[in-house]
């Protein structure tokens, strides 16, 4: 059983199918399957069972699966230690960022990136924050940043930017001041579909108060969302964040409550994995961002 093969069978399982986990590794399809298949021979058991939309893992490859994670994220933690002896590190990090926030900033973030570490390689993945927490736990990121990601003792959360909730209404509707809970359930909305951390901490807020929405729609972006309220379908809920393009300023929009809702945007790092040089020069990097760009 050769580390390899580890890393083979384990980008096989992530992308879902040979065919994709051989563009992952830029492998040929055949030689792929055969060092699969050679680590099956070895262990004596059947890892993966083929199907009409991929491969899917029996159970001696789920049991593999976790130990194999593990020995791939002990051997990148050493050669990140060694190269953490030289003055310039290399290697490579992953940083999950959620669509909003990517947008504005992957630029600036690899920018500096790579003034800073010119050696190193830093990917960016963008994601729901639900998706991405799940993704750092699971050791396939080295940092996250999430709204309001829910508790958990694998994850450190430091927190980054609060900013308050808004009711966004179609061009030249005319909006109070303030918009209280109650009154939110008068108002025709487009609301990101679950799941989703706007979303979940809506629910949170309005759920035990009994104030239900009139949801015309639901979407899965931002954009989506503020292009039907330009259109005059409904209205949606975002913090001032998610208002930067230029057409977004006409939209009508008052802040929620008493009592106001706020979202959080945090920097999660796994608790179980050490910081390396490198992890800790880039999320310096993203503290240092202006996230209300």
Same mark, same amino acid.
């Given at each position: 059983?050769? /580390? ?53 893992? =029996? ?22 230690? /060694? ?7 290399g290697g ?74 808004l ?43 009994h ?12 954009r ?48 179980a994995r050490?910081? =390396?040089?490198?992890?800790?020069? =880039? ?11």
């Open positions: 059983m050769e /580390l390899r093969q580890l890393l083979y069978f384990v980008t096989v399982v992530d992308a879902g199918s040979f065919s994709r986990g051989a563009v992952v590794l830029d492998l040929a399809q055949p030689s792929l399957s055969r060092q699969i298949a050679l680590l099956e021979k070895d262990l004596g058991q059947r890892l993966l069972v083929r199907t009409g939309r991929g491969v899917t893992t =029996t159970e001696a490859g789920e049991a593999l699966l976790v130990h194999a994670r593990a020995m791939l994220d002990i051997s990148r933690r050493a050669q990140d230690e /060694l190269r953490e002896m030289d003055e310039s590190p490579r990090i992953v940083v999950g960022l959620p669509p909003r926030v990517a947008l504005g900033l992957s630029a600036p973030l690899i920018q500096r990136f790579r003034e800073k570490f010119p050696r190193a390689v830093i990917t960016v993945l963008e994601g729901l924050s639900v998706a991405l927490r799940e993704s750092l736990i699971a050791g396939r990121l080295d940092l996250a940043l999430l709204f309001d990601p829910a508790a958990t003792p694998q994850l450190a959360f430091q927190p980054l930017m609060r900013e308050r909730l009711l966004v209404a179609p061009p030249k509707s005319k909006l109070p001041a303030r918009v209280g809970l109650s009154a939110l359930a008068n108002y025709p909305m487009v609301l990101p579909s679950a799941p989703n951390a706007i979303r979940h901490l809506l629910d949170s807020v309005l759920g035990p108060r104030i239900e929405l009139q949801v015309l729609a639901e979407v899965g972006a931002v989506t969302a503020l292009a039907l309220v330009a259109t005059g379908v409904g209205c949606t809920i975002l913090p001032e964040s998610a208002l930067g393009a230029s057409a977004d300023d006409a939209l009508p929009r008052s802040p929620i409550g008493p009592p106001a809702i706020w979202n959080a945007l945090v920097l999660a790092t796994p608790v050490p910081a =390396t040089r490198l992890t800790r020069g =880039t999320a310096q990097l993203l503290q240092e961002l202006d996230f209300r760009r």
